[in-house]
Structures are given as C-alpha cells and as structure tokens.
C-alpha cells in the first residue's frame, strides 16, 4: 500500500461484541458472538474486538474460537493494564492469523484515584505492560482511558511512553462523550504535533454518545489525522451507546467530497448485520435511527412523495441498495409458500437452515392465520421470538387468562422446564400480573422487573404486540423481547425470554448449568 493510500485509508475497529455486549441487558450467546463475528468479517470490518478474555471463561472461549475462525479481520482482545489480563488475553487471540492485544488503563485525574497511583507510577506501569504486551503480539494497542479529561501535558508523556515501549496503535477514547467535535479534532492535532513518534504509529478515536456526538467526534478526529475509529454495529454501547459503524461508514461514502477518505467494509451488508444484532441483542433499532432506522428510506409527506416520485435524489442522499435494502417486495400472507418465506427472510437478513425454516414456517402460518397483511417488521418480530427458541430451558405451553371488571384476574398457566411440563393458576392485578405471578410460582427468582413496555409493530386491530421486559438480579441485568396478536401472550413469552436469559448470565457467572428452582403447584 503506497503512502498516499495509507493516508487515505480509514481503518473499521468493531467492538459490538466488546463495549457493545456490556450494555445493560445485551448479553449474546457464544452461538451468537460467532455468527455476528463472522458477518463482521465478511463485511470487510479492519479489527473485531471479540471481548474481554479475562472477564469469563465464556468471553475466553468466544475470542478463542473467533480468532481461529476468522478469514480476513484482526482479532483483538481487550486487557487491563495488569499482566494476567494480558496472558490471558494473548491466549486467546494468539490463534488468530492477525491477533491483536488491546490493553488500557484511565489516566484522567478521577481515573488515576482509582488505583491510588501518582503520575510517575501509573507511567511505569504504562511502560511495563504496553512492553510486556509487545513481547507477545508485534500488534499492540493501547488507550488511555478518559483520555479527553486528561491533562494534556501528561496525555502527551503516556502516549510517547506507549509508543515507545511497543504499541502500534494508540486510541483515544472520549469515554464519557463530553467532547465536542473541534475538541476532538484538536487533540488528535496536538498530539500529533507535540509527541515523538507519533507519525510512525496509527491514531485511533473511541467516541460514546452521551450528548449525541460520537459520529461527529470520530469524523472531526479523522480529519484532524486519526486513522482509525472505534465503533459498534447500531451505536450499541454503554449508556448511550458509541459510535455508529453504519454511520461512519455511509457518512464517509456519501461525503467523500470533502472527506477523501476510504473504507473496506461492504455497505450493502449493514442493514443484514443491524438487523441481526438488534435480534440478538434484544436492542431493538428506533425507527428514526440514521442510515438503518425504520423511517430512513420512508416518505409520508406529500411534497416528499412528489419528489421522490420525479426524482429519488430530490429527498434521499444515499440508495436503499447501497445498504442492502432490496427494492423487490414480496407480499406475504397464508398464501405464502417456505421459498417465498426464505427469500423474504434472507433479504431482511436472516439466513435459516432447513430445520429453524421449518419451525419458522409453522409460526409465520399461525400468524397468517390470524393477520391480512405481513409486513416486514412481522417478519423481524418473529424471528426474534424465534431465535432463542431452541436453547431455551423455560418454555411457554400454554396460557388461559380472565380479565375484566369483575375479578379476580386470573392466569392459568402450562409451562415447559427443562423438559418437563408444570402448570399453576394465580391471580393478581390484571392479566398481565396474573401471568407474571404464576410464572415466578412455577420458577421463584429473586430477579426485578424494572421495566414492561408494549408497542405495535404495525396498525390495526390485528397487529403484533411487541413486549419488552427488562429485568435485574444481584446486579445482572437482561432484557427479554416477544411479539404475538395477544398482548398477554406475547407479556408472558418476553417475561420467560428474560428468565431464559437470566439462566445464561447465570452459567457465565461461573456455574455449568444452574438449577431451577421450580414448584409444581397444580
């Protein structure tokens, strides 16, 4: 690559299955991690930091088998600056064909607090384990955390201490999104400019969306000579999420007049890979969100319409097709056969076996049965019904509920655990509660529902209700989603989605296979 196309080149580092995973509620399974680190990969994505080795022995296992599958991408691990952290990250990146060790520690004042170090000690510690990281990986990033509150003087000395002991790859993270974008085009700018060095190495930007900035941030750092940004599929992240891969990606394509910059992620896959974290996840994507929002492509203005009636460029900057939008529309109904079913799937992004067909299949004529018109978002309510299906150890056989003005409401409740089937009849206050009730009957938990929200995914009488639950127990937090024509049905599978999720956290805290605890209370 000649010096004028590395300059030109912006690296794509993808952390979804990092800093993405560590939203509140937003755990994947191992399954999952591969199938989304291997969409990445075909994507063209530079760098997947597939997680934190030394977090879990299920994080350790999904970077080790992601570096061993991956084809083109870097694997990157993420490690504290400690040298245990970096052993174990190492070891599980190592199989890669381009692994990559990310180790980091918070320089800011209120970072350093934390481990009660004083500059010239977190310095040496700086030094020792970007060192000890090189020693292991020729490909070595590093981050100082809450690097837009630190002191520029001493931001400047760690930095030149990183580069010198190894690293190759120096990010700066504005971890708390309080950066705007001249500030942060002007960090990358000064450091540049005052640190030995620092043209040799790649300059790297990791920008969080707590004041809605974070794709600005990045795209002012690019410009101000960062070649590199850090960001997640859907701004997926800790509290507001992080930087938009579809974002960057489409803001540097459609701009490219005035940001001559190039990428080598595929475009035309983002609407498939969003869509599918949203399902995993359990993240759904808001409707006016950029680029693979809902109401990106859509036009309700009659002006609007007119305009795109004479001319699409009037109202859209960018084609649906640049980021995988099929303009083919299938209409389906109970008319509809499994080919149909499978190209409508495959165009929303949603690539099925034979046998997840065949149980979808059964599911979409249930719905077919009971709604005239399946749109698009029927068809992603119900594959996220669906996708954790096979796994799970709590499983809805059926549900009678009575409600209205003269109570008590009451559920009758069959429900599936570990195989065998175990019923109750509770009451509460309304149908919903009932159900709740006599599922934590059959299953006590000591988890808290801390948030209930329904919508529907399209108009009418007939349309889909889509629950989303979220629940905590001793700090584990897990979101739980479900979509059915009965807004109880649908309350009580995203209530038992969330458990089944619960039972993961559970396994990942250190347990093989929990046991459920559960009551035959018929």
Known sequence: MTDKAKQDRVLIFDTTLRDGEQSPGATMTHAEKLEIAGLLDEMGVDIIEAGFPIASEGDFAAVSEIAKNARNSVICGLARAQFGDIDRCWEAVKHARRPRIHTFIGTSP???????????????????????????????????????????????????????????????????????????????????????????????THCHNDLGMATANSLAAVEAGARQIECTINGLGERAGNTALEEVVMALKVRNDIMPFQTGVDSTKIMNISRRVATVSGFPVQFNKAIVGKNAFAHESGIHQDGMLKNAETFEIMRPEDVGLSETNLVMGKHSGRAALRSKLEDLGFELGDNQLKDVFVRFKELADRKKEIYDDDLIALMRTSSDAENDRLKLKSLKVVCGTDGPQQADLVMEVDGKDHATTQTGDGPVDASFNAIKALVPHEARLQLYQVHAVTEGTDAQATVSVRMEEAGRIVTGQSANTDTVVASALAYIHALNRLLVRREKGGKDKPEISYKDVS
Not at 123 to 142: E, F, K, M, S, Y
Not at 145 to 169: H, P, Q, S, W
Not at 185 to 197: C, K, N, Q, S, T
Request: hydrophobic share 40%; aromatic share 4%; net charge negative.
């Open 110 to 204: 209120l970072h350093r607090a934390i481990p009660n170090l004083d500059m010239d000690q977190m310095a040496d510690r700086i030094h020792d384990t970007v060192t000890h990281a090189r020693n292991l990986c020729d490909n070595v990033q590093w981050s100082p955390m809450d690097a837009t509150r630190t002191e520029e003087d001493y931001l400047c000395r760690v930095v030149e201490i990183a580069i010198k002991a190894g690293a190759t790859t120096i990010n700066i993270p504005d971890t708390v999104g309080y950066t705007a974008p001249r500030e942060s085009a002007e960090l990358i700018a000064m450091l540049l400019r005052r640190v030995p060095g620092a043209d040799e190495i790649t300059f790297a």
